[in-house]
């Protein structure tokens, strides 16, 4: 059982930044996958970026690629999501998941969620 709980969303202009964290409970985070997700008002939940369980290895969404960054502290159980360059259209309930091995791009494929955190951009 993995429990997460995500911080640092807020209201920021567009062209700022924001960090967001998750702290994962359990002594088993090093066996788990980490990715970030998130939802719009009235949009599905899509898949933003994902780190390994070795934290050697990422991967991200198109629209992300080159502004977000993820990375993760397996020492301190915790995953986070470096966000520059924001738009409004990065606007969106953020989310972080755990799945065993490897986190799935596909949302209802994961096994673990936190209760996400809103981001706000304003133009």
């Known amino acids: 059982q993995v429990q997460l709980v995500e911080s640092g969303g807020g209201l920021v202009q567009a062209g700022g930044s924001l960090r967001l964290s998750c702290a994962a409970s359990?002594?088993?985070?090093?066996?788990?996958?980490m990715g970030w997700f998130r939802q719009a008002p009235g949009k599905e939940r899509e898949f933003v970026a994902a780190?390994?369980?070795?934290?050697?290895?990422?991967y991200y969404a198109d629209s992300v690629k080159g502004r977000f960054t993820i990375s993760r502290d397996n020492a301190k159980n915790a995953v986070y999501l470096q966000m520059t360059s924001l738009k409004p259209e990065d606007t969106a309930v953020y989310y972080c998941?755990?799945?065993?091995?490897?986190?799935?791009?596909?949302?209802?494929?994961?096994?673990?969620w936190g209760q996400g955190t809103q981001v706000t951009v304003s133009s």
């Open positions: 780190i390994n369980r070795s934290n050697s290895s990422t």
């Open positions: 998941a755990a799945r065993r091995l490897v986190v799935s791009t596909t949302p209802g494929l994961n096994d673990y």
């Open positions: 359990g002594r088993t985070f090093t066996m788990y996958g």
